[in-house]
Nanobody, 114 residues
Framework: QVQLVESGGGWVQPGGSLRLSCVVS????????MAWHRQVPGKQRELVAT???????HYADSVKGRFTISRDDAKNTVYLQMNRLKPEDTAVYYC????????WGRGTQVTVSS
């Protein structure tokens, strides 16, 4: 069973930065893509960023230019560098590995407030 463990969440003031990490207990190169999603209570989970095994990255419009997804296949780890954070970025952030199977972490809370 593949496990994903997120870390790096916390509280930060608007304009600040955080880096999330997701360690996977399997070979992430075997997945088609790694992704970060986020969810606010009462709202649908939102896809934030995706990094495919082929090297492509995709971002939600709301985070383009501020967030960067990267992956270290040798360490089976995926990162989400979040800069110029805004209060509306507050959410639980989930790591996701998909293709052919779909696995999720338990999430890490990110709170952006003054």
């Amino acid at each position: 069973q593949v496990q994903l463990v997120e870390s790096g969440g916390g509280w930060v003031q608007p304009g600040g930065s955080l880096r999330l990490s997701c360690v996977v207990s399997g070979n992430i190169f075997s997945f088609h893509a790694m992704a970060w999603h986020r969810q606010v209570p009462g709202k649908q989970r939102e896809l934030v960023a995706t990094a495919t095994s082929g090297g492509s990255t995709h971002y939600a419009d709301s985070v383009k230019g501020r967030f960067t997804i990267s992956r270290d296949d040798a360490k089976n780890t995926v990162y989400l560098q979040m800069n110029r954070l805004k209060p509306e970025d507050t959410a639980v952030y989930y790591c996701n590995a998909w293709g052919p199977s779909d696995y999720w972490g338990r999430g890490t809370q990110v709170t952006v407030s003054s």
